[in-house]
Protein backbone atom coordinates (compact mmCIF):
# COMPACT_ATOMS: atom_id res chain seq x y z
CA UNK A 1 0.00 0.00 0.00
CA UNK A 2 1.78 3.54 -1.08
CA UNK A 3 0.85 6.45 1.11
CA UNK A 4 -0.59 8.18 -1.93
CA UNK A 5 -3.62 5.50 -2.30
CA UNK A 6 -4.79 7.13 1.37
CA UNK A 7 -4.83 10.60 0.47
CA UNK A 8 -9.23 10.63 0.05
CA UNK A 9 -10.38 7.36 1.98
CA UNK A 10 -13.95 6.99 1.04
CA UNK A 11 -15.85 4.87 3.35
CA UNK A 12 -19.70 3.77 2.81
CA UNK A 13 -22.22 1.15 3.15
CA UNK A 14 -25.60 0.84 1.25
CA UNK A 15 -27.21 3.16 4.58
CA UNK A 16 -25.19 5.45 4.73
CA UNK A 17 -25.94 7.30 1.27
CA UNK A 18 -28.86 9.17 0.29
CA UNK A 19 -29.19 7.99 -3.17
CA UNK A 20 -28.14 5.03 -4.79
CA UNK A 21 -24.98 3.77 -3.27
CA UNK A 22 -23.24 2.12 -6.58
CA UNK A 23 -24.18 5.55 -8.14
CA UNK A 24 -22.96 7.42 -5.03
CA UNK A 25 -19.32 5.32 -5.42
CA UNK A 26 -19.05 6.10 -9.26
CA UNK A 27 -19.20 9.34 -8.71
CA UNK A 28 -17.42 10.16 -5.17
CA UNK A 29 -14.26 8.08 -7.81
CA UNK A 30 -14.86 10.49 -10.26
CA UNK A 31 -14.69 13.20 -7.97
CA UNK A 32 -10.81 11.84 -7.22
CA UNK A 33 -11.78 9.08 -4.11
CA UNK A 34 -8.27 7.27 -4.10
CA UNK A 35 -8.76 4.15 -1.58
CA UNK A 36 -12.55 2.53 -0.80
CA UNK A 37 -13.68 1.27 2.03
CA UNK A 38 -17.23 -1.23 2.00
CA UNK A 39 -18.52 -0.97 5.79
CA UNK A 40 -21.86 -1.90 6.12
CA UNK A 41 -22.66 -1.70 9.73
CA UNK A 42 -25.39 -0.24 11.87
CA UNK A 43 -28.91 0.86 11.50
CA UNK A 44 -30.54 -0.83 8.47
CA UNK A 45 -27.32 -2.33 6.80
CA UNK A 46 -27.51 -5.84 4.70
CA UNK A 47 -26.80 -8.75 5.74
CA UNK A 48 -25.64 -12.14 4.15
CA UNK A 49 -26.43 -12.78 0.43
CA UNK A 50 -27.52 -9.29 -0.11
CA UNK A 51 -24.19 -7.59 1.62
CA UNK A 52 -22.17 -9.71 -0.65
CA UNK A 53 -24.17 -8.49 -3.51
CA UNK A 54 -24.01 -5.19 -2.91
CA UNK A 55 -19.96 -5.62 -1.74
CA UNK A 56 -19.55 -7.34 -4.71
CA UNK A 57 -20.83 -4.49 -7.24
CA UNK A 58 -19.41 -1.96 -5.58
CA UNK A 59 -15.67 -4.18 -6.27
CA UNK A 60 -17.30 -4.48 -9.82
CA UNK A 61 -17.08 -0.23 -9.93
CA UNK A 62 -13.75 0.05 -7.99
CA UNK A 63 -12.06 -2.51 -10.15
CA UNK A 64 -12.60 -0.82 -13.24
CA UNK A 65 -11.51 2.34 -11.90
CA UNK A 66 -8.62 1.03 -10.22
CA UNK A 67 -9.22 1.56 -6.71
CA UNK A 68 -8.65 -0.31 -3.84
CA UNK A 69 -11.24 -2.39 -2.21
CA UNK A 70 -11.03 -2.58 1.18
CA UNK A 71 -13.60 -4.32 3.41
CA UNK A 72 -14.29 -3.78 6.67
CA UNK A 73 -14.51 -6.08 9.62
CA UNK A 74 -15.86 -9.14 8.10
CA UNK A 75 -12.62 -11.39 6.56
CA UNK A 76 -14.78 -14.05 5.26
CA UNK A 77 -16.36 -11.30 3.22
CA UNK A 78 -12.64 -10.07 2.34
CA UNK A 79 -11.32 -13.58 1.14
CA UNK A 80 -14.60 -14.67 -0.89
CA UNK A 81 -13.93 -11.40 -2.94
CA UNK A 82 -10.54 -11.27 -2.76
CA UNK A 83 -10.70 -8.18 -1.94
CA UNK A 84 -7.56 -5.83 -1.88
CA UNK A 85 -7.74 -5.35 2.07
CA UNK A 86 -9.49 -5.83 4.95
CA UNK A 87 -9.99 -3.00 8.42
CA UNK A 88 -10.58 -4.49 11.62
CA UNK A 89 -10.85 -2.63 14.85
CA UNK A 90 -9.05 -2.81 18.01
CA UNK A 91 -12.04 -5.04 19.11
CA UNK A 92 -11.90 -7.29 16.21
CA UNK A 93 -9.43 -10.08 15.28
CA UNK A 94 -5.68 -9.52 15.80
CA UNK A 95 -3.85 -8.68 12.81
CA UNK A 96 -1.44 -11.29 13.41
CA UNK A 97 -5.37 -13.66 13.41
CA UNK A 98 -6.04 -11.89 10.42
CA UNK A 99 -2.34 -12.13 8.23
CA UNK A 100 -2.95 -15.59 9.13
CA UNK A 101 -6.42 -16.11 7.26
CA UNK A 102 -5.36 -13.42 4.42
CA UNK A 103 -3.07 -14.11 1.75
CA UNK A 104 -0.16 -11.98 1.30
CA UNK A 105 -1.08 -9.40 -0.88
CA UNK A 106 -3.95 -7.83 1.09
CA UNK A 107 -3.77 -4.95 2.69
CA UNK A 108 -3.99 -5.35 6.32
CA UNK A 109 -5.63 -1.69 7.95
CA UNK A 110 -6.83 -1.09 11.76
CA UNK A 111 -8.36 1.48 14.09
CA UNK A 112 -5.81 2.88 16.47
CA UNK A 113 -6.49 6.16 18.49
CA UNK A 114 -3.31 5.78 21.39
CA UNK A 115 0.41 5.81 21.26
CA UNK A 116 0.51 2.57 22.17
CA UNK A 117 -2.40 0.77 20.57
CA UNK A 118 -0.63 2.29 17.31
CA UNK A 119 2.74 0.71 18.22
CA UNK A 120 1.25 -2.62 18.70
CA UNK A 121 -0.23 -2.30 15.05
CA UNK A 122 2.94 -1.40 13.57
CA UNK A 123 4.67 -4.14 15.26
CA UNK A 124 2.70 -6.56 13.91
CA UNK A 125 2.42 -5.40 10.45
CA UNK A 126 -0.31 -2.93 9.71
CA UNK A 127 -0.03 -1.50 5.93
CA UNK A 128 -1.67 1.58 7.64
CA UNK A 129 -4.12 3.10 10.88
CA UNK A 130 -7.33 5.08 10.88
CA UNK A 131 -7.17 7.17 13.94
CA UNK A 132 -10.65 9.17 15.20
CA UNK A 133 -12.80 10.42 15.25
CA UNK A 134 -11.16 13.64 14.60
CA UNK A 135 -14.53 15.45 15.21
CA UNK A 136 -17.53 14.87 16.15
CA UNK A 137 -19.53 12.32 13.97
CA UNK A 138 -23.29 11.15 14.17
CA UNK A 139 -22.00 8.27 11.44
CA UNK A 140 -20.89 5.98 13.97
CA UNK A 141 -23.25 5.44 16.40
CA UNK A 142 -20.94 4.05 19.56
CA UNK A 143 -17.97 6.90 18.33
CA UNK A 144 -16.13 7.52 21.02
CA UNK A 145 -15.41 11.83 21.85
CA UNK A 146 -13.31 13.56 19.37
CA UNK A 147 -9.44 13.16 19.98
CA UNK A 148 -8.70 15.70 17.42
CA UNK A 149 -6.14 16.53 14.45
CA UNK A 150 -3.33 16.52 17.22
CA UNK A 151 -3.96 12.76 18.20
CA UNK A 152 -1.88 12.32 14.86
CA UNK A 153 0.53 14.65 15.92
CA UNK A 154 1.25 12.78 18.95
CA UNK A 155 1.43 9.52 17.13
CA UNK A 156 4.27 11.23 14.92
CA UNK A 157 5.70 12.58 17.89
CA UNK A 158 6.35 9.34 19.65
CA UNK A 159 7.82 8.00 16.44
CA UNK A 160 4.91 6.54 14.66
CA UNK A 161 5.89 6.14 11.31
CA UNK A 162 3.29 3.93 9.61
CA UNK A 163 0.42 5.61 6.91
CA UNK A 164 -2.05 7.03 8.65
CA UNK A 165 -5.90 8.60 8.28
CA UNK A 166 -7.64 10.87 10.07
CA UNK A 167 -11.45 9.88 10.81
CA UNK A 168 -14.57 11.45 11.74
CA UNK A 169 -16.51 14.51 11.12
CA UNK A 170 -14.07 15.27 8.43
CA UNK A 171 -15.19 18.18 6.08
CA UNK A 172 -13.58 20.41 3.18
CA UNK A 173 -13.70 22.96 5.89
CA UNK A 174 -11.39 21.15 8.67
CA UNK A 175 -9.62 18.18 5.95
CA UNK A 176 -6.40 20.22 5.79
CA UNK A 177 -5.71 20.66 9.32
CA UNK A 178 -6.03 16.77 9.62
CA UNK A 179 -3.17 16.62 6.81
CA UNK A 180 -1.37 19.51 8.29
CA UNK A 181 -1.13 17.61 11.67
CA UNK A 182 0.56 14.65 10.44
CA UNK A 183 -1.72 12.20 8.83
CA UNK A 184 -1.08 10.95 4.88
CA UNK A 185 -4.90 11.03 3.63
CA UNK A 186 -8.59 11.80 5.14
CA UNK A 187 -11.07 8.74 5.72
CA UNK A 188 -14.69 9.84 4.89
CA UNK A 189 -18.47 8.86 4.86
CA UNK A 190 -21.37 11.62 5.09
CA UNK A 191 -19.50 14.50 3.59
CA UNK A 192 -19.36 12.84 0.53
CA UNK A 193 -22.02 10.23 0.88
CA UNK A 194 -24.68 11.87 1.99
CA UNK A 195 -23.58 15.37 -0.47
CA UNK A 196 -26.32 15.47 -3.09
CA UNK A 197 -23.39 16.18 -5.39
CA UNK A 198 -20.81 13.46 -4.37
CA UNK A 199 -18.28 13.88 -7.04
CA UNK A 200 -18.28 17.69 -6.47
CA UNK A 201 -18.08 16.99 -2.55
CA UNK A 202 -14.74 14.69 -3.46
CA UNK A 203 -13.63 16.55 -5.91
CA UNK A 204 -14.12 20.07 -3.19
CA UNK A 205 -12.41 18.08 -0.07
CA UNK A 206 -9.42 16.62 -2.33
CA UNK A 207 -8.37 20.24 -3.58
CA UNK A 208 -7.91 20.58 0.20
CA UNK A 209 -5.56 17.85 0.48
CA UNK A 210 -2.67 19.04 -1.53
C1 LIG B 1 -16.08 4.67 11.12
C2 LIG B 1 -15.69 5.78 12.02
N1 LIG B 1 -14.67 5.64 12.93
C3 LIG B 1 -14.44 6.72 13.67
S1 LIG B 1 -15.54 7.97 13.25
C4 LIG B 1 -16.30 7.02 12.04
C5 LIG B 1 -17.43 7.54 11.21
C6 LIG B 1 -16.95 8.50 10.16
O1 LIG B 1 -18.07 8.97 9.44
P1 LIG B 1 -18.16 10.49 8.98
O2 LIG B 1 -17.04 10.73 7.99
O3 LIG B 1 -19.53 10.60 8.33
O4 LIG B 1 -18.03 11.33 10.22
C1 LIG C 1 -13.14 2.71 12.19
C2 LIG C 1 -12.36 2.96 11.11
C3 LIG C 1 -11.20 3.77 11.22
N1 LIG C 1 -10.44 4.02 10.13
C4 LIG C 1 -10.77 3.49 8.92
C5 LIG C 1 -9.89 3.81 7.75
N2 LIG C 1 -11.85 2.71 8.77
C6 LIG C 1 -12.67 2.41 9.80
N3 LIG C 1 -13.68 1.66 9.61
MG1 LIG D 1 -14.62 -3.12 13.45
Known amino acids: MNREQL ?74 LQADGIHVGQDDESIEAVRKKCPDYMIVGVSAKTVNEAAQAQKQGADYIGTGPMFSTTTKADAKSP ?38 GVSVISSISMDEDPKQAARLLKNQLT
Not at 16 to 40: D, K, Y
Not at 155 to 182: H, Q, T, W, Y
Open 7 to 80: LLYFIMGTNNSAGSPLRVLTNAIEGGVTCFQFREKGQGALEGAEKEQAARDMQAICRKHGVPFIVNDDIELALE
Open 147 to 184: IGPGAITELRENGIDLPVVGIGGIKKENASEVIRAGAD
